[in-house]
């Protein structure tokens, strides 16, 4: 169960005392209507005994700026009293109650309270309003109506008397003049039942009746007992135990599904769930109470943005998140709100501190609802102006939360009762759920709310609850609004430990039977029920809710067939065609969780002859909720060429009777239409005697258009504004478009890289300046194929890699050379939108020619180098300035020395300056290479440690590039010493 209306200073699970002229319990009916309502009012009074014991108020859309004579014009349609209702009148059985114009009206313990709108025209939505103060001033004797009309005024007003426990109609959208209203409200899921106006006196008295005795299973004894075998059907089926829920709350709701299915006994409802396993679904939809708003409760909000919120954020790192908890968030109302005060909150202290907000219930589809976080235009009156631009979107279908705020919550399905909590929490919101709960579960689960609490967090439940005997857990931070904060004691981890309360992975909280020893079967029962299976069972399949074959029996090829493409084991794929339809339809239904078995004739062909198969699916229920299977069985039917005589006549007799019958109701038809028709001549008869009547309502008929169509202005106007907002964010999103379009050419045109961006069909998209060096393109070539345009490069055919990477998805890269010698590193990848989608390649073509040459000149540098000290005569490499570059070893090892000690120093300075003489000089310091290139000479020098040397030097000058004198190479011969 979720949320519900909760009356001022009290839960709302009791009706208030009654007040003078009410008898207590006594149902008050609400109806509201707009546009078309005259007519659907005067339906309804016209079937309405008027001794029903129930009071009407009629709430209608009326011009504010006209008296109206609505109530006149209604007392012609029954023999009660009509009467415009007045600031303090009691709402009298019997009576029909009108609101008057330009009014917001108010029931506060059976007394209505009229005040000026607070909200402009547009925006007014008396309808809701009242609905909503009705739930939580009669609760279960609250009944409200949507009749015909346009919006969605009153949605949020059923919903609330659904929540409080009351009755909510719909008027067929079919039978109304304006369905905006029934279409919305039926929408909404909230409403109990739709129907013709018609209809809807019946229902009222026998809910009338139901109010008027015991809940069922609130006499103990054999009701009490039956109650039980209701909600073991319900917990069976759904897997939620509701025995620990307020017998009074459960036996009201199980007597509305009950009057809905025209069921009297409790028995009888048992045996009805039994067999129609859908019921149990529709069962504990009626159980949850989905009734919660937008900053409900404003006082408890402003108290946890004004003190508590930024107790708990201060001193908070900026890595350490704020978690929270909303339990019962049924559509997500709650969750948002507190998601939106800590937006607020981080704006105003300009921080972004991180949050993780949990909202859980117990109903899936409220959580999908929360989830999407579309609500209905109404929200506007519970959320401000301010607010509503800042944390919403207008859209179509009403206000869906911003993607910011959205993003701050994560909705999840889960009980508190049978689920682990979440921990470490900050913040835990549990309002308005407790109220439903017997006390002895109320008192398990507070200790699980401190256990899942950091110490000094804090507990907010709603004024109608409390935290009971536990008081050495929490202390108050406001009792009127029943907040509270953890005290830090561990007495909630031993109540944890010792409660009953069920946290099971399987979310059943079931207790395991004890497993019970079974005789061992013998190999001759296994072998007879293998051959009964083979013999009689016909060809089945079984699969999961999605239709994917898990086993299958017998020979199922007439019936399905591998699939072309794609190898699947859909059963819906592999289904003869005839039969594809049924099979969809059928998990279609188990789906929606209507589907229990079902049998159907199929004709079929299969070689070319058409034959009739009974198709079977039952639903089988697995060992988890979530392993639901599906058994499809195909069965031939008898061929009639095969049967005897006898049955052929049984069969013909059988025709017969069919066409009998058939012949009958075709009979019984007629005579209905007959006297269909003759009541329609009565009906109309009383319509001419009408018309004068109707001309007079008519002028309250064109008010009430009026007033819509001065509704319908306000919106336009509101919409209009959305779409200058709208087209204001267009805009700046093209101005930011452009300045990144800017910021992406100026990119491409300073990396010197060129780029060619070709789509799927290889023509050119869009080019980068640097890639016409490459290819002669210009811009009239984009969109032209990249084949049509000239490539400047050598030996190379970059399309065909380009086809290759966009259908293997691999990139390429390779070194290229122009005719120009130019070379360039091209790199092909796919072409990848934000979607993650293949739609083309891109070329990129880097001049990499200068590192080329570098390369180059480093091998040949590394090939002289080799050589150099591989040459048996001694040799030195010096450069401009004559240091040392290279000496090879034959120098070393004449001339003594280490390398360490030779390279990088001038030539003149080594081996303690034995090189420095005149004849050396001569020829190192002699005119540049292009004057002498290279020298011969013979010199004689007495070097320390190895005596006079003869020797015949070399020199040569290598110049560079630009012609500069580069490098000298000096070699050194060794000559004979000539005789003295």
Known sequence: MKKQQVPPGGGSAHAPDAAPGTALGSPVVALGASAGGLEAFEQFLRAMPGDSGMGFVLVQHLDPTHPSILAEILQRSTAMPVVEATDGMDVLPNRVHVIPPNRDMVITRGVLGLSLPSEPRGRHLPIDSFFRALAADRAEAAVGIILSGTGTDGTLGIRAIHGAGGLGLVQEPSTARFDGMPAS??????????????????????????????????????????????????????????????????????????????????????????????????????MLINVTSFFRDAAVFEMLKRDVLPT?????????????????????????????VLRELADEHKRDWPVLIYGTDIDADAITVA???????????????????????????????????????????????????????????????????EPDLQERLVPIFHYALRPGGVLCLSPSESIGSHGELFE??????????????????????????????????????????????????????????????????????????????????????????????????????????????????????????????????????????????????????????LLFS?????????????????????????????????????KQTLGAMVEEQQISNEE???????????????????????????????????????????????????????????????????SIFLDRRMLIRRFTRDATAVYRLALSDVGRPLSDIRCELQDVDLLTDAQAVLDTLTPVEREVRTAGSTCFLVRIKPYRTTDNVIDGVVLTFNDVTERVLALAMRQARDLAEAVVDTAYEPLVVLDQQLQVLTANRAFLKLFGGQAANTLGRAFYDIGQGQWDFAAMHELLDGPSPGQRPGEDRLVSRDFPGIGVQHLRVRTRRVADQSGAAGLVLVSFATEPIPPT
């Open 476 to 629: 108050a931070l406001d009792r009127r609004l029943n907040i509270y904060r953890a005290r830090p004691t561990v007495a909630s981890r031993r109540a944890v430990i010792s409660s009953r309360l069920s946290w099971t992975t399987d979310g059943q909280g079931a207790v395991v039977p004890a497993a019970v020893v079974k005789p061992r079967e013998t190999a001759a029962a296994d072998l007879a029920r293998r051959t009964l299976l083979q013999t009689f069972a016909p060809a089945s399949v079984l699969t999961d809710a999605q239709g994917d074959i898990l086993f299958v029996h017998g020979e199922t090829g007439q019936y399905l067939r591998l699939a072309p493409g794609q190898p699947t084991h859909n059963v819906v794929d592999m289904a003869n065609e005839s039969l594809q339809l049924d099979v969809r339809d059928a998990l279609q239904k188990a789906a929606a969780g209507g589907l229990t078995s079902f049998s159907r004739d199929v004709s079929i062909k299969v070689d070319g002859e058409v034959r009739t198969v009974t198709l079977s699916v039952r639903a089988l229920v697995g060992h988890a909720p979530s392993r639901n299977l």
């Open 634 to 670: 195909f069965q031939e039917q008898e061929h009639a060429s095969t049967r005897s005589p006898a049955r052929r006549r049984k069969a013909s007799a059988s025709t017969e009777a069919q066409r009998v019958l058939a012949l009958e109701h075709e009979l019984m038809l007629s």
């Open 688 to 754: 001419l005697q009408s018309t004068n009547e109707e001309l007079q309502s008519t002028n309250e008929e064109l008010q009430s258009t009026n007033e819509e169509l001065e509704t319908s202005k306000e919106e336009l106007q509101s919409v209009n504004e959305e779409l200058v907002t709208v087209n204001s964010e267009l805009q700046t999103k093209v101005e930011q478009l452009t300045g990144m379009q800017d910021d992406m050419k100026n990119l491409l045109d300073n990396i010197s890289v060129g």
């Open 185 to 286: 409200a039926l929408k909404s899921g909230f409403a109990t039942q739709a129907l013709a106006v018609e209809a809807m006196p019946a229902l009222l008295l026998a809910h009338a009746r139901r109010l008027g005795s015991r809940p069922v299973g609130a006499d103990g004894g054999e009701a009490s007992s039956r109650l039980s075998g209701v909600l073991m059907q319900l917990r069976l089926g759904t897997g939620h135990d509701f025995s620990q829920y307020k017998k009074s709350t459960l036996g009201r709701r199980i007597e509305r599904r009950m009057t809905q299915q025209g069921i009297d006994d409790l028995a009888s409802y048992e045996r009805f769930l039994k067999e129609h396993p859908p019921e149990v679904q529709m069962l504990f939809r009626e």
């Open 312 to 340: 708990l954020l201060s001193h908070r790192s900026e890595s350490e998140a704020l978690r929270v908890w909303v339990a019962g968030c049924a559509t997500g109302e709650e969750a948002y709100s507190v998601a939106m």
């Open 371 to 437: 989830r999407a976080g579309l609500y209905p235009p109404n929200i506007a009156q519970d959320v401000t102006p301010e607010r509503l631009r800042r944390f919403f979107v207008k859209e179509e279908g009403g206000f869906r939360v911003r993607k910011e705020i959205r993003e701050m919550v994560v909705f999840a399905v889960q009980s508190v009762i049978k689920d682990p909590p979440f921990t470490r929490l900050d913040l835990l919101t549990c309002r308005n759920l407790l109220i439903y709960l």
